[in-house]
T-cell receptor
Framework: GDSVTQMEGPVTLSEEAFLTINCTYT??????LFWYVQYPGEGLQLLLK?????DKGSNKGFEATYRKETTSFHLEKGSVQVSDSAVYFC????????????FGKGTTLSVSS | DGGITQSPKYLFRKEGQNVTLSCEQN?????MYWYRQDPGQGLRLIYY???????QKGDIAEGYSVSREKKESFPLTVTSAQKNPTAFYLC?????????????FGSGTQLSVL
């Protein structure tokens, strides 16, 4: 079935370090791909998305490129801040009626000053 | 402001008791969802609804029930049949089902067993 696999956390970085969180997917058809972020005690917020191969989603310094050949959607940021500490979820939507978003297990990022 | 409101923020359940989690949205969205979040397991879909008076089971529907009598409301009942209900519950909505539209999430309800 359709699924999303994220790298295990937690990821611990110093401020201004480079961030990569790996995400790969298995899906039939041509899914849309998403990154959501969850701050402590809150719901999820959409961070960025890409709807077709080679699209790059970007927001708040974060980027991810839809790579169909490697079925990946890795999240990157060039210089993390303490305020980026949160849980990050990769997700896909197979764009078929009667389906909902499928989420990865989440990766916890902790950034220290 | 438009958004999704979940209540209560914290809820405690006694053995054998049914409890209901509220979810209301004023975004005029057709589709609504309930997810369960456990540490290290990500989000798992419980139920979803594409339209009023209709809903479908997700991956872990056993021990839960829902209703969708109004477009803006999608309450979730955790029944006594759910033997491990302690989790963080998230409600979400979107404009349409099965597209690349994003989900809007509420701030969640933490359910614990006394």
């Amino acid at each position: 079935g359709d699924s999303v696999t994220q790298m295990e956390g937690p990821v611990t970085l110093s401020e201004e370090a480079f961030l990569t969180i790996n995400c790969t997917y298995t899906a039939t058809g041509y899914p849309s791909l998403f990154w959501y972020v969850q701050y402590p005690g809150e719901g999820l917020q959409l961070l960025l998305k890409a709807t077709k191969a080679d699209d790059k989603g970007s927001n708040k310094g974060f980027e991810a490129t839809y790579r169909k050949e490697t079925t990946s959607f890795h999240l990157e940021k060039g210089s993390v801040q303490v305020s980026d500490s949160a849980v990050y979820f990769c997700a896909l939507n197979v764009n078929q009626a009667g389906t909902a978003l499928i989420f990865g297990k989440g990766t916890t990022l902790s950034v220290s000053s | 402001d438009g958004g999704i409101t979940q209540s209560p923020k914290y809820l405690f359940r006694k053995e054998g008791q049914n409890v209901t989690l509220s979810c209301e949205q004023n975004l005029n969205h057709d589709a609504m969802y309930w997810y369960r979040q456990d540490p290290g397991q990500g989000l798992r879909l419980i139920y979803y609804s594409q339209i009023v008076n209709d809903f479908q089971k997700g991956d872990i529907a056993e021990g839960y029930s829902v209703s969708r009598e109004k477009k803006e409301s999608f309450p979730l009942t955790v029944t006594s049949a759910q033997k491990n209900p302690t989790a963080f519950y998230l409600c979400a909505s979107s404009t349409t089902q099965g597209t690349n539209e994003k989900l809007f999430f509420g701030s969640g309800t933490q359910l614990s067993v006394l």
